[in-house]
């Protein structure tokens, strides 16, 4: 084992394939709706994704519910495209039907936590997201058993990248930032905010973007994580 003990894990699109579940959902959604239908799942999705992060800042900290969110979501994106704005509600639990049904671990997640636990590393999910939302998901991807604990934004109306949430995680679980790597897709969130909490960073990066800065650590695949650390 290496000098590291512990490993904070973000949820979204770095365990739980949101991109995945979200795109095969918009796919199916557009088609109740001739407006959306006719504006297409491409462009559809780059406004899904504008509202989803906008919005999801407010679930986040625990100022909106997931559900007020996703009917707000769908009927900013109803206006923008001159669909039915009344049909809001009816798209946003379509959208909800749809995306889990496609629900997925990100390739190669499972496998990975896998052998961080084997290992013998203490695990922490660390997210900006709310409780319910975010064990719903581990309990369906049969992850829950695989983390000592679950530190979610919305608990403490603070999100990452503010250090404080991570120094929360730090005291849960008893470990201190030296002997802690943080892992997850977001550079804004995740890097940066490990870097303000002292923990060092993996960038997991599955599509093959450009770092913001050099010298930090990435993997594209959770299974090369263990590799990455153990080494
Ligand atoms: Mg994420």
Redesign the pocket.
Known sequence: MSAFRAILL?????LYDHHFASRKAIEETISLDDALLAAGADKVEIQHRHWLELLHLDVARGARTPDDAREERWTRILSHFGGNVSQGNLLASAQRGNYLRHERPVPGAVEGIAALREAGYALSILSNNTRLEQIGKLERLGLIDAFSDIVVSADHGISKPDARLFHIALNRLGVDAAETLHV???WS??VEGAINAGIRPIWFNRFGAKAARSGVSEVADMRELLPTIGA
Do not use: M
Request: proline share 0%.
């Open positions: 973000d949820l979204d699109d770095t997850g897709d977001s969130a995740d």
